[in-house]
């Protein structure tokens, strides 16, 4: 399409958790499909998905926008916490956005939910991020459909100066119950004080036949049966990939709406690094660069290793020369690659157990073939004698960050956390996190609970 004429900026992807199933792949793949030129991921509380949607989008010549559908805390306290669609501009809006986050499930925590806090807001700025009322789920929609237009106004007012020209009230159609009532009044209200509208679809699944999937899989997240009339039903059918032509004759009546989707995907333009890596820096003796005190730690730690394995000085004398190439062939590659400080780093932690009563694994995977490991201590296994190959581990025409596998006993793991997070800082150092996904087996076994069929005809 050589004038796009819409541009999601609401989808919810398998990353938000609870109540999204679309893959990245599918949607951009439908995006390629149907012209759009830019298409936005905004999971629920967490940018989970983001670098796996960048390149997936980046590589299909689909302009990827990040955002994110977070939850709010209200300022006052008879009032629930509402949504806002925060999009990402740039860097400085993708970092305030992250440590906003971050904030939110480690400070403020309510019912399950990470709320941002607008104080938070405030006190930072919100330069680089564009916000979105959140249409009937934000705070606006929810005073507009309680008849309390003073006070939308006034929260209006407040999220349009604290996000100056870059605040717009959101419009929707998906069929739920007050969506026409709350899209008249934002309309109303926009008009009033002179601020933008844009229209969003917020798309949960690819196609209008996911629905009853999509259904069962909010059941599953909430514990709930499918069939219970008394749950909340907060979805419809409608919620969707659709097209721009869809959203064109949804919202014909309102031209300017579906423009402004394709400004705002205009105005963020966020740029990654990815595949480059950042180490902490790690503290050398004054005056020695990274690259020389991992060449002195290595020498001394040959001679030490050298006097353990030849106790006889003669044949000590004799290895030496086999030993000593081979560290500087070593030395040379890491340095080039480097990846000075990594070794240093992961020394320093494994020697620190090993001096501290926490039993540490010899080594294993293809980090034992390195002898700058065994001589700083990483690994205890010595690769000359069994002719392990450092290239496995470390090869300059394979460009990639060294990993090594390391055990510690898990009644001492803990103490090693946290004597790294104490040379490093409490905020530099985090656990790598695992997505849990739904297996064959046990999918079976939940989507039968949530439809209310017998145990044992799910089991067979």
Known sequence: ????????????????????????????????????????????????????????????????????????????????????LLLVQDRDGFRRLSEWLTRAFRENQVRGRAEIRPEWMEQDGTAGLIALSGAQSGDVGQFVLAGNLAQAVQQANYWARLFPDRYYLELQRTGQQDAEDCLRGCVQLAAELDLPVVATHPVQFMDAVDFKAHEARVCIAEGALLADRRRARLFTPEQYFKTQAEMAELFADLPVALANSVDIAQRCSLALTLGKSQL?????????????FLRVRAADGLHQRLLALFPDETQREQKRPVYEQRLQFELGTIIQMGFPGYFLIVADFINWAKHNDVPVGPGRGSGAGSLVAYVLGITDLD??????????FLNPERVSMPDFDVDFCQDGRERVIQYVKDKYGHDAVSQIVTFGTLGSRSVIRDVGRVLDLPYNLCDQ
């Open 1 to 84: 399409m050589i004038n796009p004429c819409f541009v999601h900026l609401r989808l919810h992807s398998e990353y938000s958790i609870t109540d999204g199933i679309v893959r990245v792949d599918d949607a951009v793949a439908r995006a390629v499909q149907d012209g759009m030129p830019a298409l936005a991921l905004t999971d629920l509380s967490n940018v989970f998905g983001m670098v796996k949607f960048y390149q997936a989008a980046r590589s299909k010549g689909v302009k990827p926008l990040i955002g994110c559908d977070v939850w709010i805390s209200q300022m006052q306290a008879d009032h629930r916490p509402a949504r806002l």
């Open 383 to 392: 690769p000359l004698p069994y002719d392990l190959l450092f290239e496995r």
């Open 280 to 292: 902490p820096q790690f503290p050398t003796p004054e005056g020695m660069t990274l690259d020389d």
